[in-house]
């Protein structure tokens, strides 16, 4: 699980670390979390979780995070703020919480009451990966795909590497979102941004093609997914 924090004062930042640190550990066997004073930060990674400040010296907090949710539909933003009467502004980008800065104690357990609750219930993979015990939330594989008998798993954080059957995955994985696309690679519906005749792009820029023998399937399985996601929002 990868976790930043984003806020343009450090003491505070060092403060709140140590805090999210403290809840996210009652939860995630495996965790990262990085912090930052800007948004560069966000150049090079791509989280689950996003605690960011509104009033950013330089940055408008609330354009931050719909850039942030439009290249990561499932990043869950959680805004921090000394500014209460700002939060009202946000609500129209649906963030996951709001924590006031002068409340933070309360607000911060609430916000992981939230992420535990939300976390917990989701659909994951597990694998054993370098002696280690992977619990894999199906919503950050992006794709996977076989070359040569050695299967990689694409996230956005990172690539697993396994030697086994494609089909086997698929099985082992056993979730509606994931659809083979191809021979050699499986994708998640929702990570798809769009779609161009035989292509489809994903939302870290991969563009995958389609196989003839895989389109009606796809075809399908996409609608009931858009479907799906449309009635959940209403």
Sequence with gaps: M??????DDIKFLKIFKSKVK???????????IDIS????????????IYFLDIDLIN??????????KKGNS????????????????????????????SDLETDLATAFILIEDYFLKKEFYSFKYEQEKINLYIEDIIYF?????????????????????????INEI?????IQV?????INLSHITNKKRNTLILDNSTKIKIGNRYKDNLKSKLSQYINQEVNNDI
């Design 145 to 169: 795909e076989i070359n040569d008998h050695l299967l990689t798993i694409y996230t956005n954080s990172k690539q697993y590497y396994l030697y086994k059957p494609l089909k086997q995955l």
């Design 74 to 101: 499932n990043a869950k933003v959680i805004f921090t703020t000394s500014k209460n009467d700002l939060i009202h502004n946000a609500i129209s980008i649906q963030p996951f919480y709001f924590i006031r800065k």
């Design 2 to 7: 990868n976790i930043v924090l984003i806020d």
């Design 22 to 32: 403290g809840y996210a550990k009652k939860i995630f066997s495996n965790f990262n």
């Design 59 to 68: 940055e408008n907090g609330i354009d931050v995070a719909k850039k942030i």
């Design 182 to 186: 191809n021979r050699k690679q499986c």
């Design 37 to 48: 004073l800007d948004i560069s930060i966000l150049e090079k990674n791509i989280y689950s």
């Design 174 to 178: 056993h979730s509606p979102l994931i």
